[in-house]
């Protein structure tokens, strides 16, 4: 099982940013796909997931501002973030499954890959 995230990087307050997890090994187009994400100092805070029939679940923080989506020709959930903040500044990871916070039912993470939201 892989799980690969990119699209991370510099983003100015009020920007917007698509992170992309792409996936291999399991059965992806039927596994529900979350994503999370960590500040410097900080746990975990679950952001968003997407089951296999594309119904989507946002923390309250997230919504209106985030969107979860996902590829499932190209086995990819992806992430488009926008009006960002500089509180948004974290590592964000793609996991198997949507367990919001229960974080030790998720067995498989990615890398994580960093975003900046600074000017």
């Known amino acids: 099982v892989h799980l690969v995230e990119s699209g991370g990087g510099l983003v100015q307050p009020g920007g917007s940013l698509k992170l992309s997890c792409a996936t291999s090994?399991?059965?992806?187009?039927?596994?529900?796909m979350s994503w999370a994400r960590q500040a410097s100092g900080k746990g975990l805070e679950w952001v968003a997931a997407?089951?296999?029939?594309?119904?989507?679940d946002y923390a309250d923080s997230m919504t209106g501002r985030f969107t979860i989506s996902r590829d499932n020709a190209k086995n990819t959930v992806y992430l488009q973030m926008s009006s960002m903040q500089p509180a948004d500044t974290a590592v964000y990871y793609c996991?198997?499954?949507?367990?919001?916070?229960?974080?030790?039912?998720?067995?498989?993470w990615g890398q994580g890959t960093k975003v900046t939201v600074s000017s």
């Open positions: 090994g399991f059965a992806f187009s039927s596994s529900a």
């Open positions: 997407i089951y296999s029939d594309g119904t989507t």
């Open positions: 996991a198997i499954g949507a367990y919001r916070k229960s974080w030790s039912k998720y067995d498989y």
